[in-house]
């Protein structure tokens, strides 16, 4: 991440940082905890959460841990967009006024966050890092699929254990009281959580003679997170507008009448700003400094991307390797070579507090 880690939270060994009052989700901001977990100094913690915390410290550690690699995703699935969820990547205390709203990209990062809390979970016990759980334990015995019987072996990623944790975890944020904003984030919470398990496979290894196959053991693994974020973000586009039914109590779609929603959608509630210029107040960065590709029709071109403000053109040297020659064996070596190459930034919005 290049945003540089806040004031506040420069490596304290508590949690004792990054939260300012009216924080939904306090714990993204758990991936500067330190080597000691002190679930009492996190503030604005559910009661539940605060209780699971103390259960289960090192379980939180973990999920600190993984906060990053979600984080990251979500930058490189919108590296292209206005959006550019910049707003959860920066640290700390202005987190309530970047997503103020009930936007699609809100919805898309409750879902990208709960993913990753299972991803990194599900991975942590199957690869030891936990007590409280190992390898999926219900993948043992034989079993069969279309090639055949086999049996399960290895060590399945442990799917279950961090689905149950993440949704007791992160749905415990909304409380009690069940208003639309809690509503909404609770389904996407789930469109999240099941992303992850879908996007499972089923790995085996042949056994018997020369390669024959006559006897499998399989496990179910995890895909790499890109695939859920790539997941995440065609739900993102294809997101659906709701508005709660009058008794609050479901979502009906905004637009069309017709059409029931269907459980895997993402859903948000407020149209979203275009992004253009900065505007704390309705969860705008802005786009001025973003770069740009000057010959891109997309959404990474610099028309699209500087909303017609226009973009400063600078001549930047770089260096890469070239001339590569293989030496028999095995070595590569290169020169380095500079390279002039330009690169585009899109203008700020007029104004001196923007023009800097
Ligand atoms: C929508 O949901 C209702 C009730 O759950 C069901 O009876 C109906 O068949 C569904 N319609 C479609 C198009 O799926
Ligand atoms: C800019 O966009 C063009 C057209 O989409 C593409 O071919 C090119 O690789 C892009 N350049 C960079 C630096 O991404």
Known sequence: MDAPPSRIC???PALICCFTPGIAASWWYMHSLGSQVMCDNIPRLAPRQRQLCRQHPSVMLVIGAGIKDWMDECKEQFRHQRWDCSAVAREQGSYRRLLPRDTREVAFIYAVSSAGMVH???RACSQGELDTCSCDPHKTGIS??????FSWGGCSDNINFAVS???AFIDAQEGKQRDARALMNLHNNRVGRKAVRCSMSQECKCHGVSGS???RTCWMALRDFRRTGDYLHRKYDGAIQVVMNQYGTRFTRAHESFGNLTKNELVYMETSPDYCIREPESGSMGTGGRACNRTS????GCEVMCCGRGYNTARVSRTSQCECTFHWCCTVHCKDCQELVDVHT????EGP????
Not at 144 to 149: A, C, E, F
Not at 297 to 300: A, N, S
Not at 346 to 349: D, I, N, Y
Request: with cysteine; net charge neutral; hydrophobic share 35%.
């Open 120 to 122: 990194t979970l599900a």
């Open 10 to 12: 420069v490596y304290l």
């Open 144 to 149: 069969s699929d279309s090639q055949g019987s």
């Open 346 to 349: 899109c203008k700020f919005q």
């Open 297 to 300: 029709k997309g959404t990474d």
């Open 353 to 356: 507090m923007y023009d800097l």
């Open 165 to 167: 944790f993440a949704r």
């Open 213 to 215: 196959c006559a006897v």
